[in-house]
């Protein structure tokens, strides 16, 4: 399968680097630079475990191309030439009520799975575009929302409570 990739180039609020702990004068723990919107490419909304359910809601009552959003967590280094060295994405149904979490990092791509029986390949949009997601990789929105908490409370940690899939 195909890398995750994000559609643009990262740097810190700010320019913050990884030796940094403090945003705008405070502590960087708990939180994530979120893009889900083409004018966040240039300036990241930063979104602490408060706001993960304000995000999902949104994404819930976005068109079919822009449910879905990528996170970086701000308590993770970043890489040598400046990008972060994981990635999470999240993409919600509204109508049906699930989603699908992939995450990145230097131990390989993986997706959400769903032990019960999957619809088939499913799309989850961002930024206009499509991505298409394996069967059985949608969980319910409930867990969407626990797995984005425990990601920013573990520190930008492959959250446990989901089970995963190679991709």
Known sequence: MQALT???SHTRLGGLGPE?????GKIVQGKAEVFYRRG???KHP???VDDIDGLIDTLLASS?????AILYSLDRPLLEYGDPDHELRVGVDKDLQVGILAFIDEMGNFVSLNSGKGRGVVTYGLDGEGKDFPECS???IVLVRQALKEFLTSGGQRPSCVRWQDW
């Open 6 to 8: 994000a559609h643009h």
């Open 20 to 24: 940094s702990e403090k945003l705008e």
């Open 40 to 42: 966040h490419a240039d």
């Open 46 to 48: 930063v979104l602490g």
């Open 64 to 68: 079919e191309l822009e449910n879905t």
């Open 138 to 140: 949608e969980v319910p």
